[in-house]
């Protein structure tokens, strides 16, 4: 069993539905990030966390520690936001322990 | 633009070769990482280097090795590759950290994209 569980792994939907990925851990983890790959392959890191909630735009972060999980949402999903979203814990040391990815489609 | 750069964006080359990966982090970070992303593996930590000393490895080959430069630029090298070996190779750099149980953000370079045939 992996680290970190995203779901779901596959994720389409309409412009302007609101989207949530989950990221479950199993282990004790000092923050994590989430990140975002387009097709093109960069990596663009859309949040840093360790507690409580934060929002950037139409982005929404939560982490629960007790639980061990996040959320990533989007408001208004729009074609642009199209990507793969990647969750990344860091367990205590300063390397990031990823999960496999959620494939996100946004169709017209 | 996340400030790291990476150079080279692409790379062929065949097996049994050598290859160096070159990183800038942005300016004033301390940190630098390297990370693979492989199809069937997905991405994965390799190395960090803090001020120019080894802080942390990972699940690195001994084929491959690393540095980080007194004007903080890291180096990959990969050495005697194989097919397996091909992979988005990511750098990304930090300001810290500034103590063992401290974490600063991560921002990730362009990657580069080595194919060996």
């Known amino acids: 069993k992996n680290e970190v569980e995203q779901s779901p792994q596959n994720l389409t939907a309409q412009e302007g539905e609101f989207i949530t990925i989950n990221c479950s851990y199993s282990?004790?983890?000092?923050?994590l990030h989430w990140l975002q790959q387009h097709p093109g392959g960069g990596i663009v890191s859309l949040f840093m966390?360790?507690?409580g909630k934060k929002k950037h735009g139409r982005l929404i972060a939560t982490i629960n520690i007790q639980e061990k999980h996040s959320s990533l949402h989007i408001t208004a999903s729009h074609p642009r936001d199209s990507a793969v979203y990647i969750c990344?814990?860091?367990?205590?040391?300063?390397?990031?322990?990823f999960g496999q990815g959620t494939r996100l489609t946004i169709n017209p | 633009d996340s400030g790291v750069t990476q150079t080279p964006k692409h790379l062929i080359t065949a097996t049994g070769q050598r290859v160096t990966l070159r990183c800038s982090p942005r300016s004033g970070d301390l940190s630098v990482y390297w990370y693979q992303q492989s199809l069937d593996q997905g991405l994965q930590f390799l190395i960090q280097y803090y001020n120019g000393e080894e802080r942390a490895k990972g699940n690195i080959l001994e084929r491959f090795s690393a540095q980080q430069f007194p004007d903080l630029h890291s180096e990959l090298n990969l050495s005697s590759l194989e097919l397996g070996d091909s992979a988005l190779y990511f750098c990304a750099s930090s300001v810290g950290p500034r103590s063992s149980g401290s974490y600063n953000e991560q921002f990730f370079g362009p990657g580069t994209r080595l194919t060996v045939l």
């Open positions: 282990v004790g983890i000092s923050a």
């Open positions: 990344a814990v860091i367990p205590g040391a300063q390397k990031l322990v």
């Open positions: 966390l360790s507690s």
